[in-house]
C-alpha cells in the first residue's frame, strides 16, 4: 500500500532566497539610513569629556612664553685688537664700574703710543726755543727803541738850543740848519722803531698762540692714543654680573668682536615671543599675568620689537608689583597675555574638538543624558580657557569638548 507524501511548504531554495532577499533589503535598508545622515555610534561617558555651557566674564587673551632677563644688559666689546694677555675675574663674578675684566697686549699700539710722545716732547722742545728766540728778539727791538729815542731826545735839544743861538746870532745858518735835519731824521726813525716793534709784538702772538694750538693738539692726540692703549684693559662700565665671557689667554681678538656681557641684576624684566598674527594688535601697557609659586603676578609691556624672525616678534615686559623672589635669570614662564578688556559672555570650555570642528559645530547632550547631536555654533573669540559663544548654544546646555577624531561623520552619539 503506497502512503501518500506530505508535500514540503519551505524548499532549501525557498529559504535561500528568502534569506537573499533579507540580505538585500537589509543592505538597502543600511545605504537609505546612512544616506539620510542618522548615523548613530555607541561612546562609553567615560572616554568623553561634557562641559556644561556657562555665562562669566570673559576677557581674549592668548599664551605666550616669556624668558627673564636681566633688567639692563651692557655688551663688552674689544675696542681695541690684541692679544689675551691676562684673565683678572671668572665667568659669572659680580664686578663693580671701573674693575678690570681681561688685559689685551698690541704692540703696534703700544709703538704708536711712545711715537706720539716723542712727537710731543719734540713739539714742546721747538717752542720753547721759539718762545726764547722771540723773548730775545723783542728784547733786542726794545733796546734799539730805547737808543732811537735817547738820539730823538738830544737832536730835539740842540735843534731847540740851536735855534735861539740863532736868533741871537750866535751861530751860522748851516749850523742851524744841521740841528733840525737830525732832529727830524731822529724822529722819523723814533716812530720806525715804534712800528717795528708793534709789528714784532704781534707777529710774536700769533706765533706763540698757533704753536700753543698745535702742542694742544698733538696732547690731545697723545691722551687719544693713551686712551686706545688704555682700552686694551677691558673693564666693567657698570655694576653687575660679568656673563658670557668669551676670551681665553693667549686668544687673539679684533677689534669690535664681542667679549662678553654686564647684567645689571637690580632688577629683572621678561621677553616674550608671540605669533606674526597678533603683531597689529600689541602695543605697549597691554598687561599680561602669570602663575609663580602659587601666586599671580601681572607684567606690562614697554617695548615692542616689531623685527619678524621665524614667523614670530618680541616684547619686553616689567613686573608690575615687584619681581617674585627666587626668580632667576633664564627662568621659563607661562603668560597670559590679554588682548581686550574683561566683558560678560557665554563661555565653552577649550577642548580637543576645535580641531575636527574648526568652531563650526559641537555634539550637545540631550536632557536626558543619553544621546548627542550636532549642532551648528558660532565662536569668536577665544583665551587660554574658553572660547566665546555667538550663538547655537545657550548658558546650561552641556556639550562634548574632548576630541572627535574616532567619531567620523556620526550625527548622533549614543551615551553609555
Known amino acids: 500500500m503506497d502512503i501518500p507524501l506530505e508535500k514540503k511548504r519551505f524548499t532549501r531554495k ?3 532566497i528568502i534569506v537573499g532577499c533579507v540580505v538585500i533589503a537589509a543592505l538597502i535598508l543600511f545605504v537609505l539610513f546612512s544616506s539620510t545622515g542618522n548615523s548613530r555610534l555607541n561612546v562609553e561617558k567615560e572616554r568623553i569629556t561634557i562641559s556644561e555651557v556657562q555665562k562669566g566674564n570673559f576677557q581674549e587673551n592668548i599664551p605666550v612664553n616669556g624668558v627673564v632677563l636681566p633688567i639692563k644688559t651692557i655688551y663688552l666689546d674689544a675696542m681695541e685688537g690684541g692679544r689675551v694677555e691676562e684673565r683678572f675675574v671668572e665667568d659669572g663674578a659680580m664686578m663693580k664700574k671701573g674693575e678690570p675684566i681681561i688685559r689685551l697686549s698690541n704692540t703696534d699700539l703700544e709703538l704708536s703710543l711712545v711715537n706720539q710722545e716723542t712727537q710731543v716732547y719734540n713739539l714742546l722742545t721747538q717752542m720753547q726755543i721759539s ?7 723783542t728784547i733786542n727791538k726794545r733796546n734799539n727803541l730805547t737808543d732811537v729815542e735817547n738820539n730823538l731826545i ?15 746870532g750866535a751861530i751860522g745858518r ?45 696732547r690731545k692726540a697723545l691722551e687719544l692714543m693713551r686712551r686706545k692703549v688704555g682700552d686694551l684693559v677691558v673693564k666693567a662700565p657698570v655694576d653687575g654680573q660679568l656673563t658670557a665671557l668669551d676670551a681665553e689667554i693667549g686668544q687673539s681678538k679684533q677689534k669690535g668682536e664681542r667679549l662678553g656681557q654686564i647684567d645689571v641684576v637690580s632688577g629683572y624684566k621678561v621677553r616674550a615671543e608671540i605669533d606674526e598674527h597678533y603683531i597689529s594688535r600689541i602695543f605697549n601697557g597691554q598687561r599680561g599675568s602669570f602663575d609663580f609659586n602659587g601666586k599671580t603676578y601681572d607684567l606690562e609691556i614697554k617695548k615692542v620689537y616689531t623685527q619678524v624672525s621665524n614667523g614670530r616678534f618680541q616684547v619686553d615686559m616689567h613686573f608690575m ?77 552641556r556639550v562634548i569638548t574632548s576630541s572627535y577624531s574616532n567619531f567620523g561623520d556620526i550625527e548622533e552619539l549614543v551615551l553609555n
Open 154 to 168: 738830544e737832536a730835539k735839544r740842540k735843534y731847540l738850543l740851536n735855534k735861539k743861538l740863532l736868533e741871537k
Open 14 to 16: 525557498k529559504i535561500g
Open 131 to 137: 718762545q726764547n728766540a722771540a723773548r730775545q728778539n
Open 174 to 218: 748851516q749850523d742851524y740848519i744841521e740841528s733840525e735835519n737830525n732832529f727830524n731824521y731822529q724822529k722819523e726813525k723814533f716812530h720806525l722803531a715804534n712800528e717795528v716793534l708793534a709789528q714784532d709784538s704781534l707777529s710774536s702772538k700769533q706765533e706763540s698762540q698757533q704753536a700753543t694750538e698745535s702742542y694742544v693738539r698733538t
Open 321 to 397: 608689583e615687584g619681581v617674585p623672589e627666587n626668580i632667576r635669570r633664564g627662568q621659563s614662564l607661562q603668560i597670559k597675555l590679554a588682548l581686550s578688556q574683561e566683558k560678560e559672555a557665554i563661555l565653552v570650555s577649550k577642548g580637543g574638538f576645535f580641531q575636527q570642528t574648526g568652531g563650526n559645530w559641537i555634539f550637545k547632550v540631550s536632557e536626558n543624558g543619553e544621546s548627542a547631536y550636532k549642532t551648528p555654533i558660532k565662536l569668536g573669540s577665544q583665551n587660554t580657557e574658553y572660547y566665546e559663544v555667538l550663538e547655537g548654544i545657550k548658558p546650561g546646555d
